[in-house]
């Protein structure tokens, strides 16, 4: 563990131009290791590198050049996660939209971004082909077998964009965040450093990625080697929360308060009495910066 500690300080004190070049040093270094896991499937991060790279290349087919906001339609899960690295990659920006949220709502997030490019999947294709247009066309990820998984070249300053996050918009209209690349990796190094996260860590992503947090969660884990398993709390429902973070032995999990209480009370006093779960950081609402 040391020698994994030492090595991954000597690469956070290095200039990481942006997010994708840092994850390409991860996957060179651990291709085999587990990297996504949900309740369909599991990728390593070769195999997430190599679906992300395809998804990269569909997107600069479609939109060739960078610096342009692609609005990701996807539900929590590994092709969300895949999509937003496929973004990065290709040097464009990406902003999450919850299929869950009203068409009218998704349209207004369109709007204010600017979006060019919408990608989804064949599950979400009847809304997203309510949001397409000949000037925002749609990239279906389940359509894409015959690009190439091969890394794309993108040229990324530290100072490019890289994610705008809105608000619910639940009180007027939604109000964009930027982010740029270098903004996000000295959040995730200096937590990095500060709670010395390693490959051996599990962390949970329990948020839509339309939502901020869920980007602490996805950059503390997927630029340090270690595991990230996305639950869709929406779906399986919340008492499911507590078995599912012990099963899976999550060392790291984020979630508000309310959600919290009722996972402590489940696993504490009704079904887990005797068991210890493998938690060793709980966030409770807010982000990780």
């Known amino acids: ?29 651990d291709p085999g290791r587990l990297a996504l896991k949900d309740s369909e499937c599991s990728l390593t991060y070769g195999e997430l590198q190599r679906a992300a790279n395809r998804i990269a290349h569909a997107i600069a087919a479609s939109r060739p050049g960078g610096g342009q906001v692609v609005a990701l339609l996807f539900e929590l899960g590994i092709d969300a996660i895949a999509a ?12 999450a939209l919850d299929p ?25 294709r009847g809304i997203a082909e309510q949001l397409t247009s000949l000037d925002r066309p749609l990239v279906n ?17 530290p100072n490019d964009l890289a994610v705008l996050t809105y608000t619910s918009g639940s009180t007027g209209t939604p109000k964009g965040v930027a982010h740029t690349h270098a903004n996000l990796l000295s959040k995730w190094s200096a937590y990095t450093q500060h709670k ?31 595991a990230l ?8 429902g919340i008492l499911l929360l507590a078995a599912w973070l012990d099963d899976e032995r999550i060392s790291i999990t984020h979630h508000s308060h309310a959600v919290l209480n009722t996972v402590l009370d489940y696993a504490f006093e009704r079904r887990l009495p005797d068991r210890r779960l493998d938690i060793r950081e709980i966030f409770a609402a807010g982000t990780l910066d």
């Open 100 to 124: 869950s949220v009203p068409v009218k709502q998704l349209k207004a997030i369109l709007g204010d971004s600017q979006a060019r490019l919408i990608v989804s999947a064949n599950r979400h």
């Open 229 to 236: 398993l996305p639950f869709d709390i929406k779906a399986a």
């Open 1 to 29: 563990m040391n020698n994994f500690f030492a090595e991954n300080y000597a690469m956070l004190a290095d200039a990481e131009t942006s997010i994708p070049r840092r994850f390409e040093k991860i996957v060179r270094r």
């Open 196 to 226: 010395q996260i390693s490959p051996n860590d599990r962390v949970s992503l329990l948020h839509s990625l339309s939502f901020a947090a869920s980007h602490g969660n996805f950059l503390i884990a997927l630029l340090n080697g270690a």
């Open 84 to 95: 937003v690295l496929a973004v990065l990659k290709s040097g464009n920006i990406y902003v």
């Open 141 to 157: 990820i389940d359509l894409i077998d015959d690009y190439s998984d091969a890394d794309i070249a993108s040229a990324i300053s």
